[in-house]
């Protein structure tokens, strides 16, 4: 269920950030903190949506997965996204220290420290659901 709610929180901040730079008082200061880049420019929209969809789609196929609501397609194809994702996750958490370098710094203190980290724990969280699904 953790995983579900952060996910979906997660995913929900995206399409705030499809039209405002929201909790950041301006685009500078939402890419600086978020994006990493000093040029104010904020993400594109349908990209920046795309990456909500997949982040509330991924808190969706986690209920399915453990059973909290009911599945849609074969289960086998649902355990598959599962592990996917926690393949995704997992590549973001520790790739993500490599995008550190010539990030605005406001940027590589929270992927350091946040970001990775939290996607790191994401993975491991969607592994255990996966693996769990998988055992039963």
């Known amino acids: 269920m953790a995983l579900a709610i952060v996910l979906t929180a997660i995913g929900v901040l995206h399409f705030i950030w499809v039209f405002s730079p929201w909790p950041f008082k301006d685009a500078m200061t939402f890419t600086r903190t978020i994006g990493g880049s000093d040029d104010g420019v904020m993400p594109p929209g349908p990209s920046t949506a795309l990456v909500g969809l997949a982040l ?3 808190a969706v196929l986690t209920l399915m ?3 909290s609501v009911p599945g849609i397609g074969p289960e086998w194809l649902r ?3 599962m ?4 393949a995704v996750l997992l590549a973001r958490g520790v790739g993500g220290y490599f995008m550190n370098s010539g990030a605005a710094i406001e ?3 929270l992927n350091s420290f946040l ?3 939290l996607c790191v724990a994401l993975a491991a969280l969607s ?3 996966a693996v769990a699904a998988s055992r039963r």
């Open 83 to 86: 592990y996917g994702l926690a």
């Open 56 to 58: 509330v789609g991924g």
């Open 115 to 117: 970001y990775s980290p």
């Open 65 to 67: 997965v453990n059973e």
């Open 79 to 81: 355990l598959v996204g």
């Open 107 to 109: 940027f590589q203190r």
């Open 127 to 129: 592994g255990i659901v």
